[in-house]
């Protein structure tokens, strides 16, 4: 069988990472690399041995030798790019946020047909550790889910010898700001783990900017949140509750939960090897118990590998991917409708 050929776009932080990943892949060959910055496209295609490199990404998607394009760029760049990928004829996987909003995604899907598109907020779900956190709940062994949670601060450092990229705190750059940056892994893996089978229907949430006395370690011009908190009421009653921050007046905080009327689990997206899930129940006999479901260490490799070993899987064994733009919508419908509801200051419908 011939190995699926590979473009990347954008050879800046997570480019180079995809290259890697392609030229890694067993059922992929990277052969083209794109950067609008010369130098960053010819130091990745050096690194790889790539012969084809260009400047404008849509050079290389006119390469009838690219099967498969990577866009790694920031969000407001690749709507553009994807749609000429699939009227190319050119199967996409995309970093995350999948797009600025969701009418950009529900444009994807329109313009996809029959080629495989993928997005990177699966990244987490790839460890083994979301894998038996899913089967267990597939199990119905936690019963009628109540709660389903995540909680992450970050707090603030002393002023960065780096300013961080521009992209990550600008609306008009990735559509927000850290929950676009960081919320889609939290909503995919919360989502995904619990078999995308929550059906959202009203949120609240509120969201705020960077401290002011810690302003000066932002780019200029950043204007999009560091802090957001929603709480998420689901169709059959479960709540979906997600809080992340950064640049913090706190202590640093960090979990992931789920919670049903039989049992709940508490476990840990991230990296932290050793990892453990651990499970708890509740029974007449007993009462409250608490054991550890899963413990081991984790191949961390899988975080930036794994969307695009996937993608080329579902291409082979023509299945949807691991977070195709279907799924990839739902999250970004949450996030559009995050975002409506701090700017009204009430509850929003999904």
């Not at 130091?43 to 404008?56: I, M």
């Not at 709660?147 to 992450?152: L, N, P």
């Not at 078999?195 to 900017?209: S, Y």
């Not at 695009?308 to 419908?333: H, Y």
Request: aromatic share 6%.
């Amino acid at each position: 069988m011939s190995r699926i050929r590979v473009g990347v776009i954008g050879c800046g932080v997570m480019g180079p990472r995809h290259a890697e990943a392609a030229a890694g892949c067993e059922l992929t060959e990277l052969v083209a690399v794109a950067d609008l910055i010369p130098e960053r496209a010819r130091e990745t295609a050096a690194r790889f041995d790539v012969a084809r490199v260009y400047g404008p990404g849509s050079d290389l998607i006119a390469d009838p030798d690219v099967d498969l394009v990577v866009l790694a760029m920031p969000a407001h760049a690749r709507t553009a790019l994807a749609l000429q990928a699939f009227a190319a004829g050119k199967h996409v996987l995309t970093e995350k946020p999948v797009a600025m909003d969701a009418t950009e995604v529900e444009a994807l899907i329109a313009a996809r047909g029959s080629l495989k598109a993928a997005c990177c907020s699966s990244r987490y779900r790839f460890l083994e550790g979301a894998s038996v956190a899913a089967e267990f709940v597939a199990s119905g062994a936690l019963g009628q889910l109540r709660t389903v949670w995540m909680r992450s601060l970050f707090p603030a450092a002393p002023p960065p010898s780096e300013p961080r990229p521009e992209w990550r705190l600008k609306r008009c750059l990735n559509g927000g700001g850290f929950l676009m940056n960081w919320g889609c892994y939290d909503l995919d893996y919360l989502l995904g783990i619990t078999g995308w089978r929550l059906q959202p229907q009203e949120v609240f949430a509120q969201c705020w900017p960077v401290p002011e006395q810690l302003a000066p370690h932002l780019p200029p011009g950043s204007d999009a949140e560091t802090h957001y908190v929603a709480l998420v009421r689901c169709a059959d009653g479960t709540m979906l509750s997600i809080e992340r921050g950064e640049y913090m007046a706190a202590s640093a905080e960090s979990g992931w939960q789920i919670v049903g009327d039989r049992g709940s689990l508490t476990l840990t997206m991230t990296v932290s090897n050793p990892k453990r899930i651990i499970y708890e129940s509740a029974t007449t006999q007993e009462g409250h118990r608490s054991e550890v479901l899963w413990e081991g260490d984790e191949n961390t490799d899988l975080i930036m590998t794994g969307p695009l070993t996937d993608l080329a899987a579902a291409i082979v064994e023509d299945r949807e991917p691991m977070t195709s733009l279907e799924k990839a919508l739902v999250v970004q419908r949450l996030s559009d409708a995050i975002y409506r509801s701090a700017q009204a200051g009430t509850a929003v419908s999904y």
